[in-house]
């Protein structure tokens, strides 16, 4: 199946029933957020399945950075890496006292 | 005096490995079904995107469509979760070893039933994987009860007839802040095969809804 953007296909099931599909538009703009829920909506509305990139945003970080997780694999760091020294633990304490 | 055509070596890409390489175990699914025509585009994405097979993890839950990551690239890492639990197992693997490319397949029980408390919170987080929905609107495995994606007054082979409303999944993943979110069919596999290689391209959450109507139950 290959339908031209902007265009709707109407795809007969093995039961005989319909479903609409709907190729966003060349000039559609991913980026707009409430464009892409109000499309989404009208879809519903219509009884249509809009298809192709409906919502991009690469610019949000994603979870590895938002927790600043280093590169390295956590298994493969060594201990000596990810334990803090007995020095550290003994200056946390006082600080706490 | 004939000579022999030597047979041609087939085409391999920018890592040298032919798409023979990316594939995996033969499908059961049944005859027909639009789950193998997603799986071979995931094979060809990843093997046009130049992928590194031992680099990739594929994740998956309960269902049909969760069957289907055994079926593309075999090199790759892969865990196959409880029912719906996919998305904090592929956490916690993403956390563990952040340098794999997480791609997860499941189905609309899996994921919009079961699963949606685990999916809602991979959403938000914006956990780097690429996430399919083999959406057909109905548990395939356990003989094709309707599931939270299922039309509004679907009917099934029973005669029993939906009267829940649909969950949309792109609507909810662009409320949540999903950063990629498509929708495709699993017969369009031009569209299909750009919409898989623009998610492993992007660094976040990629959904992926792609309806994939069953050939045994019919339903959408």
Redesign the interface.
């Known amino acids: ?3 031209d953007p902007g265009t709707t296909q109407d ?1 007969t ?3 005989g ?1 319909h ?1 609409r ?1 709907r ?1 966003l538009r060349e000039d559609y703009d991913a980026t707009d ?1 409430m464009k ?2 109000g499309l ?2 009208e879809g ?1 509305v219509k ?1 249509e ?16 950075s ?2 600043q ?1 280093p ?5 493969t760091i060594p201990d000596e890496k990810v334990r803090p020294p007995r020095e550290a633990l003994d200056q946390m304490m006082e600080e706490l006292k | 005096m004939s000579s022999v055509a030597e047979p041609k070596a087939p085409p391999t890409n920018r890592r040298g490995l032919t798409v023979k390489e990316y594939g995996g175990l033969k499908s059961t699914l049944c005859v027909g079904c639009g789950h193998d025509v997603i799986t071979r585009q995931i094979t060809q994405a990843f093997y046009e995107m130049g992928v590194e097979p031992h680099r990739v993890a594929k994740m998956s839950g309960i269902g049909c469509s969760s069957k289907t990551t055994a079926y593309f690239v075999d090199k790759g890492h892969g865990f196959n979760a409880v029912h719906g639990r996919m998305p904090s197992i592929a ?1 916690g693997s ?6 794999l490319l997480y791609i997860g397949v499941s189905g609309d029980g899996d994921t919009a039933s079961i699963g949606a408390g685990q999916f809602v919170h991979l959403l938000r ?4 994987m690429i996430y399919i929905v083999e959406n057909n609107g109905v548990y395939g495995l356990t003989k094709g009860q309707f599931s939270a994606t299922a ?1 509004l007054g679907s009917r099934l ?1 029973t005669g029993v007839v939906n009267d829940l409303p ?1 969950m ?1 999944l ?2 909810l ?3 949540l ?9 699993s ?5 299909l095969l750009a ?1 898989i290689k ?1 998610a492993i391209a ?4 990629a959904l992926l809804d792609v ?1 994939s ?1 069953c ?1 045994t139950f ?1 339903n ?1």
Do not use: W
């Open positions: 199946m290959d339908y795809v099931l093995h039961d029933s479903i599909l190729k957020r892409a829920l989404l909506h519903q009884q399945f809009l298809t192709g990139l409906i919502y991009v945003d690469p610019s949000k970080k994603d979870f590895l938002l927790l997780l590169e390295s694999p956590l298994a | 956490t993403a956390l563990a070893n952040p340098n987080r914006n956990l780097p039309d082979k649909a949309d792109c609507a993943a662009i409320e802040g999903c950063g990629y979110v498509a929708r495709s069919f017969g369009d596999m031009k569209q919409l623009g992007h660094r976040g959450t309806i109507p050939v019919n959408h």
